[in-house]
């Protein structure tokens, strides 16, 4: 196996939607989060232990809605022309014993060529928590695979994560996954009260989640989520790009 840099934000320094590129240019930018809420979620490496039976692979969180069919475009600035992220939703595998859904995000350049491949698993808990259960990501150069590498939890000791929270309130905390040495983001909600505009619409109480992660110590990605839409846009802060939600086609 050819590994890439830690998977945990990697896609990031490739403008892919899932830790997708940008600047902290917003006109309505997040306001500083208070002292962090309390939360129950998973922090770090912390070990858990799921049910199975608690768990759904009918995703409808408001924040992010994974319903089977459901499609979102991105784009992104390029030196050479916009990048496009496709976004697309199908049933995916059994992971540690739970149903799943299967998030597939394709990058390609301006002049269509695939940049990265990547799918994402997620499970929707019964409090309404979705949890990402592993990733598998193919990065490509001129259509040349040039790495692969990804985690599922229960396997060599990678541990699921939260996605997104049931309730996100600021200043809530949570492991988004871990996989020692190659996935350890965290986010921290920044605030949930957001007006944003992209291409794809203007949306109202959209969610701010700062995403990190001690593998990359300089990178902080914003990443914003509209309800019942799920991301809208997603950046970095102290670059000059952005990824932007363009359109959401519903199954």
């Known amino acids: 196996m050819v590994h890439l840099q830690p998977l945990t934000l990697a896609l ?45 692979d009918r995703v409808d969180n408001p924040y992010l809605p994974l319903a089977i069919g459901a499609r979102w475009s991105y784009s992104a600035p390029g030196p050479d022309g916009d990048v496009r992220t496709e976004v697309t939703v199908a049933p995916g595998p059994a992971v540690a014993g739970i149903a799943t859904v299967a998030a597939r995000a394709q990058v390609t350049d301006a002049g269509g060529g695939l940049v990265s491949d ?4 997620y499970a929707q808990d019964s409090a309404g928590n979705v949890w990402l259960l592993g990733e598998a990501a193919r990065d490509y150069v001129n259509g040349t695979l040039t ?46 009260d957001q007006q944003v505009s992209v291409p794809g619409g203007a949306y109202r109480d959209v969610v701010a989640i700062e995403q990190t992660s001690p593998l990359l110590r ?6 914003y989520y509209a309800p019942e839409v799920g991301l809208v846009r997603s950046e970095t802060a102290g670059s000059a790009d952005r990824t932007s939600l363009v359109a959401y086609r519903k199954p």
């Open 218 to 223: 300089n990178v902080r990605l914003h990443r």
């Open 147 to 192: 790495g692969v590498d990804g985690w599922r939890a229960g396997t060599e000791g990678a541990q699921p994560g939260i996605a997104m929270s049931a309730r996100p309130v600021a200043g809530q905390r949570w492991r988004i996954g871990y996989s020692r040495g190659r996935a350890e983001d965290s986010a921290r909600v920044l605030a949930v």
């Open 118 to 121: 990547q799918t994402r698993w």
């Open 12 to 56: 990031a320094l490739t403008a892919s939607l899932l830790v997708g590129p940008g600047a902290v240019q917003q006109a309505a930018g997040p306001t500083p989060a208070p002292t962090p809420a309390p939360s129950p979620l998973p922090q770090g490496a912390q070990p858990v232990r799921l049910d199975p039976a608690d768990f759904t």
